[in-house]
């Protein structure tokens, strides 16, 4: 009898087959196979993704997301664009042919910082609270200097914050780097569709204004 892995679309999440391996090692029947094996069907998003990074699957943390997210969708276990923990969430990235190095310099310069939050102050330090004057506001949770911020983000009159993760992930094969928002504990699917096209447009700022 076959297994059940053998049967995974060539792209998931519209990473292919071969992009996947090229970043991890392994093809999506491969870490399908694995996680499968490893009990990943009866847990949770959060505790598959410190999972393959504990165990050193994996060292990049936007990699063991996608991960997790794509074996999650393959299995059936979530609709389009919802974790099992995070409620509903998107990812939009771009690529550019800059340095991560530039690209993190211009993410948290006080330009950079007003295209894809607002015109405002934000201390980069966990625990820091910000206000912008557009009316967001929330608190930095992770700081990684030169490749991921993370922060919670509620828009003025919102009723909760969501959690926004910014990444810079080096693209060594077209010298380039690939920025990536993150966004997650999205209430609906249709709020998702709202946000998904907020942050698009943003990354179309970046790229006008540094591609």
Not at 65 to 71: G, L
Not at 78 to 93: H, K, N, P, S, Y
Not at 141 to 170: D, E, F, K
Request: net charge positive.
């Amino acid at each position: 009898m076959a297994r059940e892995s053998e049967f995974m679309p060539e792209k998931i999440n519209n990473i292919s087959s071969a992009a996947v391996k090229k970043a991890t090692s392994r093809t999506w029947d491969q870490w399908i196979a694995l996680l499968d094996r490893l009990g990943a069907k009866k847990m949770v998003h959060r505790d598959i993704a410190r999972m393959i990074n504990s165990r050193k699957y994996i060292k990049s943390g936007w990699w063991c997301q996608m991960v997790t997210n794509s074996y999650e969708k393959a299995r059936g276990q979530l609709v389009l664009g919802q974790t099992a923990d995070a409620g509903f969430q998107i990812e939009v990235t771009k690529t550019l042919p800059i340095s991560p190095r530039r690209a993190w310099q211009r993410l948290i310069s006080p330009r950079g910082i007003q295209v894809w939050l607002g015109r405002g102050r934000i201390f980069l330090q966990r625990g820091k609270p910000y206000r912008m004057a557009n009316g967001v506001s929330g608190e930095l949770r992770t700081v990684h200097r030169g490749r991921r911020l993370r922060l919670t983000y509620q828009p003025r009159g919102a009723m909760s914050a969501s959690t926004l993760q910014i990444n810079v992930v080096p693209r060594q094969s077209i010298r380039g780097t690939c920025i990536g928002f993150h966004y997650e504990k999205l209430r609906s699917a249709k709020e998702r569709e709202s946000m998904r096209r907020h942050w698009q447009q943003v990354l179309r700022q970046i790229e006008q204004r540094w591609g």
